[in-house]
């Protein structure tokens, strides 16, 4: 596609359940980033792949959060055991390299 | 510790007035710098960015920001703000090698006045 897609646009879970959160970057862009915002937050950093290399999980939370990249393309976010405090837009970047990050529309997660 | 500072929270301009949003960052090198606009219920959109070169860049919708290594300043301006621009505006950094983590400002949200 065109853009970074993400989905599902909007999400409501009950608390203590696990959640997938997917993301389609730009064909080709090596790079891919997971960012939470929280209301009248800014972005926080939480997991970052590029290319085959290990990924920089050290804005992950806790363990109940995870994320792979299969193939190099398609992300998934997965939040286990679901929390009030995981309530939050969570956006998805991609990028070819050192040039700049391309944002998804984020999915906003709420937890009940 | 690598860090972005947008000191003003909220900033409100009258249609028509130039408009200037601060960005100070604390880095040990100077990094690749950003500037992203957000509209509600959107995702992030790049307005400018800061590689090397000239320092003060061009971006879309009119904005341009300045480069100042002296005071690590970043900051965003617009000489006549239109109603559209309301928004929330987030500053970056980026390092220039090694891991390419963005550090984001906490954001300024912008209201125009007509």
């Known amino acids: 596609g065109a853009g970074v897609s993400q989905s599902p646009s909007n999400k409501v879970t009950e608390k203590g359940k696990d959640v997938e959160l997917r993301c389609d970057p730009i064909?080709?862009?090596?790079?891919l980033y997971w960012y939470r915002q929280s209301l009248g937050q800014g972005l926080e950093f939480l997991i970052y792949f590029q290319g085959n290399s290990a990924p920089d999980k050290s804005g992950l939370p806790s363990d109940r959060f995870s994320a792979e990249r299969t193939g190099g393309s398609v992300s998934t976010l997965t939040i286990q055991r679901t929390q009030q405090e995981d309530s939050a837009v969570y956006l998805c970047?991609?990028?070819?390299?050192?040039?700049?990050?391309?944002f998804g529309q984020g999915t906003r997660l709420t937890v009940v | 510790a690598q860090s972005v500072t947008q000191p003003d929270i909220h900033i409100t301009v009258s249609e028509g007035a130039s408009l200037e949003l601060r960005c100070n960052y604390s880095?040990?090198?100077?990094?690749?710098l950003f500037w992203y606009v957000q509209s509600p219920g959107q995702g992030l959109q790049l307005l400018l960015k800061y590689f090397s070169g000239d320092t003060l860049v061009q971006g879309i919708k009119g904005f341009e920001a300045e480069f100042k290594r002296s005071q690590s300043s970043f900051n965003l301006r617009k000489p006549s703000v239109h109603w559209s621009d309301a928004a929330e505006y987030f500053c970056?950094?980026?390092?220039?090698?090694?891991?390419?983590?963005?550090?984001f400002g906490t954001g300024t949200r912008l209201k125009v006045l007509a």
């Open positions: 064909s080709g862009h090596t790079a």
């Open positions: 970056a950094v980026r390092p220039t090698s090694g891991t390419y983590k963005y550090i």
């Open positions: 880095y040990g090198a100077t990094p690749y």
């Open positions: 970047a991609s990028s070819a390299g050192h040039l700049q990050a391309f």
